[in-house]
Antibody
Framework: EVQLLESGGGLVQPGGSLRLSCAAS????????MSWVRQSPGKGLECVSTFSGSGSTTYLADSVKGRFTFSRDISRNTLFLQMTSLRAEDTAVYYC????????????WGQGTLVTVSS | QSVLTQPPSVSAAPGQKVTISCSGSSSNIGNNYVCWYQQVPGTAPKLLIYDNNKRPSGIPDRFSGSKSGTSATLGITGVQTGDEADYYC????????????FGGGTKLTVL
């Protein structure tokens, strides 16, 4: 059974940093693209970043370029999102999802972790 | 402002049919597969339709998808109270930085 479990969310002040993790199980982690998708309170979905199965960043949203870094540890089947210089508009539930390339949909999603940027 | 355009809300009585539209452009829907996601309030989105009209295992055939030109449509027949949720369309966009883009979401209310 495919499972994605996010952690690391919380309350952080503007300008601060936070690292999110996504532990994956039930599939060959290195063979799939993985993405972070966020949803601001009461708003729609926004794909923040996609990491291809080969290990390169396929996509990084303009809104987070220069501030967010996407990485993975294949030995631990874990995805990371390092967020720096956080702004109020980064407040959202961050979902880890499998897929997100041109031809691969987001077929599995984690339960999400809430990031709140506020003073 | 979402790249793809969906109606904010639709409604239907139990047992009726409802459709949700998703409008885009040649840089996204016009040249890529469309997916649809269902999000029950307080839960994560779930893949409902992929490759325009295919259903993942476990999704009932009451849900269908279609695409024509730069628009796509999600259809739900025999609407049930459990279908009350937000529905999002999504596809790849080749403009600027690329990446998956979504519609703003459509709230289905079952009357």
């Amino acid at each position: 059974e495919v499972q994605l479990l996010e952690s690391g969310g919380g309350l952080v002040q503007p300008g601060g940093s936070l690292r999110l993790s996504c532990a994956a199980s039930g599939f060959t982690f290195s063979s799939f693209a993985m993405s972070w998708v966020r949803q601001s309170p009461g708003k729609g979905l926004e794909c923040v970043s996609t990491f291809s199965g080969s290990g390169s960043t396929t996509y990084l949203a303009d809104s987070v370029k220069g501030r967010f870094t996407f990485s993975r540890d294949i030995s631990r089947n874990t995805l990371f999102l390092q967020m720096t210089s956080l702004r109020a508009e980064d407040t959202a539930v961050y979902y880890c999802a499998r897929g997100g390339t041109v031809v691969v949909p987001f077929d599995y999603w984690g339960q999400g972790t809430l990031v709140t940027v506020s003073s | 402002q979402s790249v793809l355009t969906q109606p904010p809300s639709v409604s239907a009585a139990p047992g009726q049919k409802v459709t949700i539209s998703c409008s885009g452009s040649s840089s996204n829907i016009g040249n890529n597969y469309v997916c649809w996601y269902q999000q029950v309030p307080g839960t994560a989105p779930k893949l409902l339709i992929y490759d325009n009209n295919k259903r993942p295992s476990g999704i009932p055939d009451r849900f269908s998808g279609s695409k024509s030109g730069t628009s796509a449509t999600l259809g739900i027949t025999g609407v049930q109270t459990g279908d009350e949720a937000d529905y999002y369309c999504g596809t790849w966009d080749y403009s600027l930085s690329g990446g998956v883009v979504f519609g703003g979401g459509t709230k289905l209310t079952v009357l």
